[in-house]
């Protein structure tokens, strides 16, 4: 069993930044981990997803350029950070962990799910 706890998200205004955190306990930091998020009325989507080593590093169109995803194996954690932020970017984010990397992109195929972290975007 994984467990993750996300923070960091908050009120910014378009432009600005966030950087969120995904602190992961239970078992080795081995896995695949991620970021997914679900806006108002909208299905949860893949973000961003990196394997163990940080090299291999996946990313939703949308957020190409904008969005950095990494991880420190020694604390057990990983990061989101985000910048040049749209009002289309306001979801809740929820951290995931995966065995791979096509698991790591579909919600139907994550593994292990944190509570998630509202992120709101004010133009």
């Known amino acids: 069993q994984v467990q993750l706890v996300e923070s960091g998200g908050g009120l910014v205004q378009a432009g600005g930044s966030l950087r969120l955190s995904c602190a992961a306990s239970?078992?080795?930091?081995?896995?695949?981990m991620g970021w997914f998020r679900q806006a108002p009325g909208k299905e949860r989507e893949f973000v961003a997803a990196?394997?163990?080593?940080?090299?291999?590093?996946l990313y939703k169109d949308s957020v190409k350029g904008r969005f950095t995803i990494s991880r420190d194996n020694a604390k057990n954690t990983m990061y989101l950070q985000m910048n040049s932020l749209k009002p289309e970017d306001t979801a809740v984010y929820y951290c995931?962990?995966?065995?791979?990397?096509?698991?790591?992109?579909?919600?139907?195929?994550?593994?292990?799910w944190g509570q998630g972290t509202q992120v709101t975007v004010s133009s």
């Open positions: 239970g078992r080795p930091f081995t896995t695949y």
């Open positions: 990196i394997n163990w080593s940080g090299v291999n590093t």
């Open positions: 995931a962990a995966s065995l791979s990397a096509a698991q790591a992109m579909s919600v139907t195929t994550v593994r292990f």
